[in-house]
């Protein structure tokens, strides 16, 4: 379904949530089933953590921080036919392949601090909007539909019970080999989306002209569909 478009065709679905909605799994098939670029946002929170981390910066270093960012090139791509080992996406940052470095405690928890300061959150935002300008995009995270993307055909709050998100992600960890218990997910799991529904900047809401979908009990596959029944027309009305 992919084709050279001019920039004004570009079509850009954003989605927002609260932690493990599923929000990944299902923008990641959408991408692959429209041959779009999938933009996991909070990929890119968490390799400002890393480059915090690594240059021995503390998390509560929001300028330092924003700075690193800057300077740092970001590449999100669709995982190549090689680099198909169970991840969603590709994230390289300056030449390195930091995909599941990123994939620790360590670093979600990292990612929930820098995404409290407002000049992190600006610089990224910038290398957001400017991926947006060059692919069609599924793009998700915690404020695409409001602050990134606030022009998308397609505005999706996905959410799910607290319990089945919590379900969710306690199952993924434990496929993943990693001993975790579910009351200690449940708990971080409440702590994150308070850090992302009450931080001063930019928190997460639902806008007016968001459709809010609530998977609770649904199939993935039922998801992507109804997801898909609503692109459709959007694609045929941008090639007119
Ligand atoms: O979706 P995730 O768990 O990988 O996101 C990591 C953190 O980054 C999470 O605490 C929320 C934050 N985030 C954000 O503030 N804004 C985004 N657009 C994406 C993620």
């Known amino acids: ?11 850009q679905i954003a989605i927002d949530g609260p932690v493990a909605a599923g929000k990944g799994t299902v923008a990641r098939i959408l991408a692959e089933r429209l041959g779009w670029l999938y933009v996991d946002t909070g990929a890119m929170y968490r390799a400002a953590a890393l480059l915090a981390r690594r240059a ?32 969603l996406t590709t994230l390289v940052v300056d ?18 601090m820098v995404a409290a300061h407002q000049e992190v ?3 990224l935002v910038e290398k957001q909007q400017k991926i947006a300008t060059l692919h069609n995009v599924v793009m998700e995270g915690r404020d695409i539909t409001f602050r990134v993307l606030p022009k998308a055909q397609l505005k999706i709050f996905l959410t799910a019970s607290e ?16 001993d975790a218990d579910y009351n200690t997910v449940l708990d971080d799991l409440r702590t994150r989306d308070w850090r992302d529904s009450e931080r001063g900047t930019d928190p997460l809401h639902i806008v007016e002209d968001a459709w ?25 009305g941008s090639n007119n």
């Open 95 to 112: 030449g390195e392949d930091v995909s599941w470095k990123i994939r620790t405690e360590e670093f979600s928890r990292g990612a929930s």
């Open 163 to 178: 319990e089945e998100r919590a379900k969710r992600r306690h199952h993924q960890l434990i496929e993943r080999g990693v």
């Open 1 to 11: 379904m992919s084709k050279a478009r001019t920039r004004e065709s570009l079509v």
């Open 56 to 87: 021995g910066v503390s998390f509560e270093d929001s300028k330092a921080i924003a700075s690193l960012v800057d300077r740092s090139h970001f590449e999100m791509r669709n995982p190549t036919d090689t680099e198909r080992d169970g991840r």
């Open 212 to 236: 809010v979908f609530d998977t609770t009990g649904m199939k993935i596959s039922e998801v992507v569909e109804r997801i898909l029944d609503k692109v459709r027309p959007i694609i045929s």
């Open 121 to 123: 959150r600006r610089s």
